[in-house]
């Protein structure tokens, strides 16, 4: 047991020190280029910046109602159905959450009983499995495979099938991987959540970074309306990350189930930056559309360099990151020892992807690299530049 896990409960124990923060330090330490974490080097449009100013210049700095702004509920609605037809009553059918982080912990803390199973895909963004471990839930995962991410249609039909199975966390667009589901595999995962009554759950924080393809919300599927909450955020959409301001959409008893677990959490979030972002999701669709193409350019430059350098590259459809198998590159190194060695021997920062499997099997993962492209062009540049030094 590491010293700082003296007072921690036995269920968090596994989530102390992310390699995350190991990682920033060392590329503070190390001055090298972090392509770690998923953050953009330059902010959204300044005229969001603006209204959030202008709001708090304006006096919208008391505690916002608890459900969150009406203009943002509303917003939220009126994407929901411009973008995907979906219709939702503002009043009892949005909820406003500090980030999708928030989101994801409340839904999963109202809605699971202790032992209940929440199966989800693996590898997976680290949250899911500390908040299912704080809901005292258990995470069943279903693996995806590289080069395409496809899952086994019956480890999945035999997850969902599992008698404590209560609902099923879909993260699409995907990280680490960048996978978009197809909608051929959004209609296996609504058919087994009918089949086996479970509740849906789905992270879209990504859903406006896709470039290959198209984000289908599992909530359009026939039957999944009432039986899903969608999570999404303005944080990735607007490149405001630091903003967190999330939401949750669903069926009205669902919602005020999240609700209950929310307003003892945060009970509100920030005013001045919902209006910005309320602002935001009025964006006309070429404009949201422009701020992917723009990014689709940097995972172009990204994968193009790091296939020059001889990585195996799985070009992501969607996200900020792109995955790469190092073995051809640094035979007989693991990842972990690999991201480890890189700032002090190159410069530059990412992810071992093993971090985003279960820690009880070490393999999985084991030659995997995750990197994030959403950086100015130079310093993708100059990133893929550093790498070029590098020597088995
Ligand atoms: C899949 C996924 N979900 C949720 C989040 C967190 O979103 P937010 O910043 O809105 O809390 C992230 C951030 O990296 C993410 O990658």
């Not at 202008?54 to 411009?82: D, F, K, M, T, W």
């Not at 699409?172 to 609504?190: C, I």
């Not at 999944?224 to 903003?243: A, E, L």
């Not at 001045?272 to 172009?300: C, M, W």
Request: with cysteine; proline share 8%; charged share 20%.
């Amino acid at each position: 047991m590491a010293a700082g896990d003296a007072y921690l409960t036995r269920r968090l124990r596994p989530f102390t020190t992310t390699i995350f923060a190991t990682m920033s330090e060392l590329a503070a330490a190390t001055g090298s280029v972090n392509l770690g974490q998923g953050f953009p080097d330059t902010d959204g449009p300044d005229e969001l910046r603006e209204v959030a100013v202008a709001a708090i210049r304006e006096g919208r700095n008391q505690y916002p109602p608890s459900a969150g702004i009406p203009e943002l509920r509303r917003a939220v609605a009126a994407h929901q159905r411009a973008w995907y037809g979906l219709e939702l009553d503002p009043d009892t059918e949005v909820l406003v959450t500090v980030g999708a982080t928030e989101a994801i912990a409340a839904t999963l803390l109202a809605l699971c009983e202790p032992g209940d199973e929440v199966v989800m895909f693996e590898p997976s963004y680290d949250s899911y499995a500390a908040c299912a471990a704080m809901a005292g839930a258990v995470p069943r995962l279903v693996r995806l495979h590289p080069p395409d991410w496809s899952f086994d249609a019956d480890e999945l039909a035999a997850a969902a099938a599992g008698p404590r199975a209560r609902l099923l966390l879909l993260n699409s667009p995907h990280n680490p991987t960048g996978k978009v589901f197809s909608p051929d595999e959004l209609g296996q995962v609504a058919a087994l959540c009918a089949a086996h009554d479970l509740l849906a759950v789905t992270d879209e924080v990504y859903e406006h970074l896709v470039f290959d393809g198209s984000h289908v919300p599992l909530a359009t599927l026939p039957g999944m309306r009432d039986r899903t909450v969608t999570i999404s955020s303005g944080g990735k959409t607007f490149s405001f990350t630091g903003w967190k301001v999330g939401w949750v959409c669903a069926a009205p008893a669902l919602v005020s189930a999240v609700r209950a677990a929310k307003q003892f959490l945060t009970y509100t979030s920030p005013a001045p930056f919902q209006l910005a972002i309320a602002h935001g999701l009025g964006y006309a669709p070429p404009v949201l559309r422009g701020f992917a193409a723009e990014l689709a350019a940097k995972r172009d430059l990204l994968c193009d360099g790091l296939a020059a350098l001889g990585y195996d590259v799985f070009r992501p459809a969607a996200t900020y990151f792109a995955t790469t198998d190092i073995a051809a590159v640094a035979p007989g190194t693991g990842a972990r020892d690999f991201c480890l060695a890189l700032p002090e021997r190159c410069g530059v920062v990412a992810i071992p992807s093993s971090v985003f499997y279960d820690p009880a099997d070490p393999a999985a993962g084991a030659t995997l690299v995750r990197w994030a492209f959403c950086k100015r062009d130079p310093v993708l540049h100059d990133a893929l530049a550093r790498l070029a030094s590098w020597e088995p």
